[in-house]
């Protein structure tokens, strides 16, 4: 099989196209394509098949443990720089069908040969009802977010955001005692006023880079605790992403092209 390898600010997926459909992906085969020492490593692995009448493509997202996943703000941006390159669609734009409902991916002008900068209409953040069952300690409040996929946002009292084991241990807990999982965010404001900082645990992943969707999550929850903006740069490791809330929320970040990869089929 044909891979491509795509990383969104270190949030990293290898992308099938599939366009005929005629190699569905198991999730062990995911599993094992995904692995970073045996495999070829990946948080993800992306299928590309047709879109049908209202779709240029469609999405279908398995995560590095094998499970599947609704949407990826960073996997869809991946996705649409495989597609570009090899010219499926010309774009600028880019329609996608996903688990979590159509988005559109759109090229910004700028960036490289390898890098380039694209705009995502996320459709809508859904804040719910806030969480206190996981306010303790350094945790002010936790909200739950719903960007087509579910999110539980912390704020964080500290000054330095939790490390990956304090991380993994909050992740963890949260995800597994939430039915059907849940990717995990915390957050405090800055560096500069009106900004977010965050990490994240990613449901079927763990600590990942980035995460696209977790960031307008993170978005959506500070904005009503007003620590920021409908506008505002969310910081993670891996690098800052714009989200503009409304409807649809507009993600705004950067994606690179890694390598291509020829594999076996299992």
Known sequence: MRLSKH???????????????????????????????????????IRVTSGGPDADVAMELLNADGSTAEMSGNGIRCLAQAVFQSQVVPGPALRVATAAGLRTVTTLSGGSAHTQRFTVEMGQAKVGADEPEWVDGPVLRATQVDVGNPHMVLHWAEANLPDRERLVELGERIDGLTPGGTNVEVVHAGPRDGELSMVVYERGVGPTQACGTGACAAAAAAEQWELTASSTTVHM??????????????????????????????
Do not use: K
Request: hydrophobic residues 45%.
């Open 237 to 266: 490791p891996g690098g800052p992403v714009d989200v503009v809330l409304g409807d649809p929320v507009l993600l705004t970040g950067e994606t690179t092209s890694i390598a291509v990869v020829y594999a076996p089929w299992p």
């Open 7 to 45: 990383h969104g600010l270190g949030n990293d997926f290898l992308v099938l196209l599939d366009l005929a459909g005629a190699h569905p992906i198991a999730p062990a085969t995911a599993r094992a394509l995904c692995d970073r020492r045996t495999g070829i490593g990946g948080d993800g692995l």
